[in-house]
């Protein structure tokens, strides 16, 4: 994590304020799953975390969508906001807080902040002309249009020709404050190639953007003249500050940034890196509020090579997906087979394969194996070794060593994929070994040393591997541990204890003679439907 963190005794993490025009995507799914995992982890090393999501539900995208549904635009949201907790519930992530934009509250911190812009003299009235995404709800400029006045990122919608008064904030002001800022603090976008994206953007000039529209109800009324609403993002963006809000406090910019602010990551999609990467930290220099830590766009998923669209009709339904295989199986595969930060793909053979190669055949068969032979030759407890008296060039303990500490800089980095790879490694060289070793021929020879070392030798190094794992699995993690003996939750939120974590990431944790539970297989084979 970057060293300069102004924010270290605490944690705050964002995904995206995801828009209610429909239900939950697999798009917000992977980076909701994503930002849960920095969470846990964080958790797991004792440090308190707020881990923020929720929905975007002003604009005109979404009172076009509930007008297509017959619906007033609140109850719309209401409905569509509840499949958005529903989901996060059943993929187990654990949210601390959930902001939705049509709460009071957010329209309070809005105002207030509105009006710190406003008496910084960074907002004018002016004239917007120009072409408009409303599914994007942003201006394009022409020369990023398609043939026909189409949006890239949405080709089969026109674009809407517009020419309204607006109030628009003074974005060229703060092009040189944001070059130094990008130059003072080379972590702040990641990956590498976003920044260079948003380098590139900036040194071509900035333009001032406008922050209100008229002729819309659905938003926030601006203060001074409530014939115009806030612009969706200006008001969506703000909700990362709402959500830092204790519920009983009352609804400022003080209290909201007292505790969890500034952001330590904003976790988001490469589709929308301009709002946080630029207007973002201009809006808040402009209000005199600190920046965040980092920002980071990951990339888009496809679907069998394809983009994911409903026109094309090849939309995953998350809800589906973690009711079929559960939450742990659909957390791993795309943690695990996509490298963050690039675009990835899913396909239900290769999801079916990879979660019983790794997590029924690797992982659980190889805990469950060993347990067996442990309670068959040790008597049901983690054999009589001490991790110290294990040779420092065993195959296990030479790999499990280092583990700790390259994985803590894996999950640091956002590397997950990388993560597991490792940590797979360990428990693939696990199997391995107990062929090679082959306990039950050192049973026969009675070789009862040497045995009950190579056995607490797997056993470890499973346990580490679940430790490691614990932000991604948790429900593996869990039925390992207790297998093992231990009565740890990873899904109990104040799991993690500094000291304890730097204990358990240390291979030779697992005491001798800790009575084991019963083995029974922590991840059932899946099967394609
Ligand atoms: O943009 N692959 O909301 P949104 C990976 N309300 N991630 C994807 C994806 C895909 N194919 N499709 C979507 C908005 N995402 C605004 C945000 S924030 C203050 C306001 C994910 O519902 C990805 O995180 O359109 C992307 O950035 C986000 O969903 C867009 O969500």
């Known amino acids: 994590m970057d060293s300069s963190a102004t924010n270290q005794k605490t944690f705050s993490i964002t995904t995206p304020i995801y828009y209610v025009n429909d239900v939950p995507h697999i798009g917000s799914a992977y980076t909701t799953i994503a930002a849960d995992v920095v969470a846990r982890f964080q958790r797991l090393q004792g440090k308190p975390v707020r881990m923020v999501t929720g929905t975007d539900e002003h604009g005109q995208k979404i009172q076009r969508t509930a007008e297509a549904a017959g619906r007033l635009p609140q109850e719309h949201c209401d409905l569509i906001a509840k499949e958005f907790e529903s989901l996060w519930h059943q993929l187990?992530?654990?949210?601390?807080?959930?902001?939705?934009?049509?709460?009071?509250?957010?329209?309070?911190?809005?105002?207030?902040?509105?009006?710190?812009?406003?008496?910084?003299?960074?907002?004018?009235?002016?004239?917007?002309?120009?072409?408009?995404?409303?599914?994007?709800?942003?201006?394009?400029?022409?020369r990023d249009l398609l043939e026909g006045h189409r949006c890239p990122l949405h080709p089969n919608k026109e674009v809407e020709w517009r020419d309204e008064q607006n109030y628009f904030f003074r974005l060229s002001s703060y092009q040189g404050k944001l070059e130094q800022l990008y130059q003072d603090q080379p972590d702040f976008i990641q990956?590498?190639?976003?920044?260079?994206?948003?380098?590139?953007?900036?040194?071509?000039?900035?333009?001032?953007?406008?922050?209100?529209?008229?002729?819309?109800?659905?938003?926030?009324?601006?203060?001074?003249?409530?014939?115009?609403?806030?612009?969706?993002?200006?008001?969506?963006?703000?909700?990362?500050?709402?959500?830092?809000?204790?519920?009983?406090?009352?609804?400022?910019?003080?209290?909201?940034?007292?505790?969890?602010y500034p952001f330590n990551l904003h976790l988001i999609g490469k589709d929308i890196l301009r709002f946080h990467a630029v207007y973002w930290p201009a809006m808040l220099m402009s209000a005199g509020l600190p920046l965040p830590d980092r920002v980071f766009g990951h990339g888009f998923l496809t679907k069998d090579g394809q983009k994911i669209s409903k026109t094309l009709g090849n939309v995953i339904d998350p809800v589906d997906l973690v009711s079929r295989y559960g939450s742990d199986a659909v957390r791993y595969y795309f943690l695990k087979?996509?490298?963050?930060?690039?675009?990835?793909?899913?396909?239900?053979?290769?999801?079916?394969?990879?979660?019983?190669?790794?997590?029924?055949?690797?992982?659980?068969?190889?805990?469950?194996?060993?347990?067996?032979?442990?309670?068959?030759?040790?008597?049901?407890?983690?054999?009589?070794?001490?991790?110290?008296?294990?040779?420092?060039?065993?195959?296990?303990?030479?790999?499990?060593?280092?583990?700790?500490?390259?994985?803590?800089?894996?999950?640091?980095?956002?590397?997950?994929?990388?993560?597991?790879?490792?940590?797979?490694?360990?428990?693939?060289?696990?199997?391995?070994?107990?062929?090679?070793?082959?306990?039950?021929?050192?049973?026969?020879?009675?070789?009862?040393?040497?045995?009950?070392?190579?056995?607490?030798?797997?056993?470890?190094?499973?346990?580490?591997?679940?430790?490691?794992?614990?932000?991604?699995?948790?429900?593996?993690?869990?039925?390992?541990?207790?297998?093992?003996?231990?009565?740890?939750?990873?899904?109990?939120?104040?799991?993690?204890?500094?000291?304890?974590?730097?204990?358990?990431?240390?291979?030779?944790?697992?005491?001798?003679?800790?009575?084991?539970?019963?083995?029974?297989?922590?991840?059932?084979?899946?099967?394609?439907p």
Request: proline share 4%; aromatic share 10%.
């Open 191 to 260: 990956p590498e190639s976003r920044r260079n994206e948003v380098l590139s953007f900036v040194s071509r000039g900035l333009q001032d953007f406008s922050i209100s529209r008229v002729n819309l109800d659905w938003g926030i009324p601006v203060p001074p003249d409530p014939n115009h609403t806030i612009y969706v993002w200006f008001d969506a963006l703000l909700a990362y500050i709402t959500a830092l809000l204790e519920p009983d406090q009352e609804a400022t910019l003080a209290n909201a940034t007292a505790k969890w």
């Open 337 to 528: 087979e996509i490298e963050f930060g690039r675009d990835g793909d899913f396909n239900e053979t290769r999801f079916v394969n990879t979660l019983n190669a790794d997590l029924a055949n690797d992982l659980g068969n190889l805990l469950n194996r060993t347990l067996k032979m442990v309670q068959k030759y040790c008597g049901g407890h983690v054999p009589n070794v001490q991790a110290a008296d294990i040779a420092m060039d065993d195959v296990l303990r030479s790999k499990g060593e280092h583990l700790g500490q390259q994985v803590i800089q894996a999950y640091d980095d956002l590397a997950f994929s990388q993560a597991c790879e490792m940590i797979m490694s360990l428990v693939r060289a696990g199997n391995k070994y107990v062929d090679e070793q082959a306990p039950w021929t050192l049973f026969k020879q009675g070789k009862q040393v040497e045995l009950e070392q190579v056995l607490y030798s797997v056993l470890e190094s499973v346990r580490l591997a679940a430790y490691l794992l614990s932000p991604i699995v948790p429900t593996i993690s869990n039925a390992v541990y207790q297998q093992l003996g231990f009565a740890i939750d990873f899904n109990h939120a104040a799991v993690g204890q500094s000291d304890d974590f730097s204990a358990q990431i240390r291979w030779g944790f697992l005491s001798a003679m800790q009575a084991l539970g019963e083995a029974a297989p922590v991840f059932q084979r899946v099967e394609l």
């Open 92 to 142: 187990n992530i654990q949210v601390d807080s959930f902001v939705r934009t049509t709460n009071p509250r957010h329209e309070a911190i809005v105002k207030e902040f509105f009006q710190r812009v406003w008496e910084r003299g960074d907002i004018y009235l002016g004239q917007q002309q120009g072409w408009y995404c409303v599914s994007c709800e942003e201006f394009k400029e022409e």
